[in-house]
């Protein structure tokens, strides 16, 4: 099986520790090993190093060099620009096409979190099964919460099953709902969270971005032309053929709404496996033990924060400087020699502008 | 005239700004001349750098000295141990009384704002007046609010007048009052607020220690035994002289409670002059001028503060770093080298635990 790992993102909604330049992915936020690196981990038993493919810009080619020492530098593919996961899936598909036509790739991002990695890599293995017979499968995220920030899929009839797997028809691809609607896909059973997992061989995406979005699927094509003579390697001839398409592409598109919510005969496969995006700093305080108060505390040793009536609140330092609060509550506090981030929790998806802003 | 400048104040309420090394009375607060200097600035008129006596600890000497290079190094007292405002302005009381027996002095603490200088000084002249005859005399503050932080002063008959100030018999002296009370204290019109500001003659004061505390009286005729010998000089003599009595006294005894509210025949003088004692972060903030949000800023530059859904926050930067916040109201965020405190405004009080704590 081969992968595309899609390592370019800003991370913008975990400013100021995720910062432009070393955002999300390239961090450690439990644990050893950066976000990046447990992504290749997990599916390092079914995609070995040199299958696997890092889509990202050239500026964090230091980065992921440094910390995939095992990936060959011909497998890291930097985007011009950033156009949407259609381009940046598409390209990795070229070269994976051009290697193997009928290889089947897995599309994962660099920056999520899953806590059950032998159920993640039970329901790849059914997946890569269902994707070499030609489907586009993806996996659906049991929903837990009726979360207004996800795009959801609507599950239609079974069609194959492995131990407590089962592969489901996609009725459809809803886009992020409202707080009701989100209810009521949590009361049917029928809807999971689309969480960018995608699992297909690599000519079948290819023909669906052809098909759905020409303009993504010509700039592939000469790529492809470029690549078919390297044998799927990224080599300056290819790079040349990126920098020379990649201006025809203008606008952004994503795989679900360019190709997945136009697309036909969709496998869904359903996964309870601990999955979290780490979209926002409650997010980030939910993986950490909380104290009798409700507060997290991380980067800090005993002594280094003291607090006064202080409720639910995130404390996350990368500076070791100490911190003090009084008289609040539902705070997140980010200090870090970037700068410094005060917010409440309900309000932690505005910390997005203030990263753009910044 | 004399004077005492009480500068051994920990300043804790205004952590991490103030802090033991550097406590707020040594800190720039307003303009360019620390809270000290601005004290002995406001006096200068009317009392010479030599006639003027600073009591603090040894550990803060260098301080005084450099920002107070035309005191006289003989004019420094430092105290061994706090044992509160009737052993230090007592202290200060022995050296002018060896000097000038009948001389008058007026006792300031350090850390205090003044707004307008020229009805400050005013009044002293009237209160300095009034002293020389014999009086222990009190400038009192208008009060603005029903403060509960402060103690009362309630006013008797009018004994003397100077353009628009009046001299008044105190009627008593009383404690931090409940809110309602202090209500009811405003609405009379017969309260002020005691600031802690003195002035009498040196013999006077000496006289109702030794009749109210004799046991501070004791230590203080002990020491004023040597200063009599250098004609009030902060000599070695007198500073092994303190050493020596200091530790008889074993506990804290504060001027207003050890003898304003037992001696007899005090005399207040009710002024308003823009008195502010800087008692916590949100008196900071009054300071400053507030944008339409009601945010003060100080210590960052345009576009070092960022900020989305805030109001009424305190933001007071003594790094420069980068400091950003959504979603929050009625905060205090001070980012100094000591640390960093994140407080709401109505619980500004508790930094002093948190400074104490820490």
């Known amino acids: 099986m081969y992968a595309s790992v899609l390592a370019g993102g800003s991370g913008t909604r975990l400013w100021p520790l995720s910062t432009k330049a070393v955002p999300k992915q390239f961090l450690r936020l439990t644990g050893e090993r950066t976000l990046l690196q447990a992504t290749v981990d997990r599916v390092a038993p ?3 190093p040199d299958q696997l493919y890092v889509v990202t810009f050239a500026r964090y080619r230091g980065l992921v060099r440094e910390q995939l020492p095992a990936l060959p530098a011909m497998n890291i593919l930097a985007e011009p620009a950033g156009r949407g996961t259609a381009a940046s899936i598409g390209l990795a598909a070229t070269l994976i096409q051009a290697r193997d036509p009928e290889g089947v790739m897995g599309s994962f991002a660099a920056d999520h979190l899953i806590a059950d990695t032998d159920g993640f890599q039970a329901a790849l293995r059914l997946a890569e099964e269902v994707a070499r017979q030609g489907a586009l499968v993806t996996l659906g995220i049991t929903p837990t919460a009726p979360e207004t920030g996800y ?45 960018g997992i995608f699992i297909w061989r690599a000519d079948r995406i290819l023909a669906e971005i052809q098909r759905h979005v020409p303009v993504i699927g010509d700039v592939l094509s000469e790529i492809g032309a470029a690549a078919a003579r390297t044998g799927g390697q990224v080599t300056p001839e290819v790079e040349r053929a990126i920098a020379r398409a990649w201006p025809r592409l203008t606008a952004n598109v994503t795989v679900d709404v ?14 309870a496996v601990g999955w979290n995006d780490i979209g926002s700093w409650p997010q980030v305080a939910a993986l950490h033990p909380a104290d ?13 924060y003291l ?8 404390i996350y330092s990368a500076t070791g400087r100490r911190i003090a609060t009084a008289g609040v509550s539902g705070l997140i506090v980010v200090d870090t020699p970037e700068g410094l981030l005060i917010c409440s929790k309900e309000d932690a998806q505005l910390v997005k502008n203030l990263a753009e802003r910044g």
Chains 1, 2 share one sequence.
Do not use: C, S
């Open 258 to 271: 360019g190709v997945m919510e136009r697309a036909d005969g969709i496998v869904v496969i359903p996964i």
């Open 46 to 48: 079914l995609v070995p």
């Open 151 to 195: 795009g959801y899929i609507q599950m239609g009839a079974p069609l194959a099953a492995a131990g407590p797997l089962t592969a489901h028809a996609v009725a459809r691809f809803v886009e992020k709902p409202g707080l009701e609607t989100a209810r009521e896909y949590l009361q049917t059973g029928q809807y999971v969270w689309n969480a």
């Open 307 to 314: 607090q006064e009536r202080t409720t639910d609140t995130l």
């Open 292 to 304: 009798a108060h409700g507060n997290v505390v991380v980067g800090l040793p005993a002594g280094g």
